[in-house]
């Protein structure tokens, strides 16, 4: 039987990205106060609740690439927890003169948890927060939108949205390539090396066709005169609307809310109230 690639993803259930269809921007402002507040609390229970909330919203926002993010971030979470309670806990050397003698294992202490849940919820909070911010909205878009709102030079804004764009083409053009190498019958007996080393036998063709794909940019790039005027017509208009300004508004509130709940716990800002 002649082994074949399993067939391409069918497109991704419309979640809240194309639901709501916010501004790129809208989502990026909306964040800013939870990482501040997460960032300067002195207590790791405003990050944990934020990422309590936060982490279940990024399968809603996109499914397929927010179920992605959010092992991620399960893993990444847990990872640095115990990474950081390991690194924060110190073996207690014997009163002995025996050099011999090896110092007990390090157990984890209450007070190395706290530490290394106090960061773990920090940093988990923030990536989670710009996750949501960054699945509620199209890479291409935050960049269009960074050029509209902002100001942003157009020539770095085109160059971003071109790289962007070689992504998807060379993964369609690696699928056409491990297709031409399974019709051809170049394939490993060994089950467990097979797709490692189809993998590598495509890197070559890969990267040549890399390099096709980057000349026929840069000479469409030529052709119509890339960098000659300060701006160009977008494809897709971004404009702010009563959405956007919606979801700022919600933002400051819960943000308030959550300020106001923990402001006993004490911030970097202001005087520790523990």
């Known amino acids: 039987m002649t082994p074949v690639l399993a067939p391409p993803q069918p497109p991704a259930p419309l979640g809240l990205h194309s639901l709501l269809g916010f501004d790129p921007l809208s989502p990026l402002l909306a964040i800013i106060p939870f990482i501040a507040i997460v960032g300067t609390s002195l207590s790791w229970h405003p990050g944990a609740l934020v990422l309590l909330l936060v982490a279940p919203m990024l399968p809603l926002a996109q499914a397929r690439r927010g ?10 979470v847990l990872l640095l927890t115990v990474g950081i309670a390991a690194a924060s806990s110190a073996p207690t050397i014997p009163l002995t003169d025996d050099p011999s003698a090896l110092p007990p294992l390090p157990w984890f202490t209450a007070e190395q948890w706290n530490i290394a849940f106090n960061t773990s919820a920090r940093i988990g909070a923030i990536i989670a927060l710009l996750l949501s ?16 709102h902002l100001k942003m030079p157009n020539r770095i804004g085109q160059a971003g949205i071109t790289a962007l764009g070689f992504l998807p083409a060379l993964r369609r053009e690696h699928r056409s390539i491990l297709e031409a ?5 170049s394939r490993l007996d060994l089950p467990l090396l097979e797709t490692p080393v189809r993998w590598a036998r495509s890197a070559p063709a890969l990267i040549a066709a890399a390099v096709r794909r980057a000349e026929r940019t840069a000479m469409s790039m030529d052709a ?36 106001h709940q923990s402001w006993d716990t004490g911030f970097a800002l202001t005087p520790n109230r523990l």
């Open 181 to 185: 190498h399974l019709l051809r019958g």
């Open 133 to 148: 911010a960054g699945l509620l909205s199209a890479p291409e878009d935050t960049v269009r939108a960074f050029v509209i």
């Open 224 to 259: 119509r005169a890339f960098g000659a005027f300060p701006t160009r017509t977008e494809r897709s208009a971004l404009s702010w609307r009563p959405r956007d300004t919606a979801l700022i508004l919600l933002a400051l509130l819960l943000a308030a809310v959550l300020l």
């Open 67 to 76: 179920s992605a993010s959010l092992l991620g971030l399960a893993v990444f």
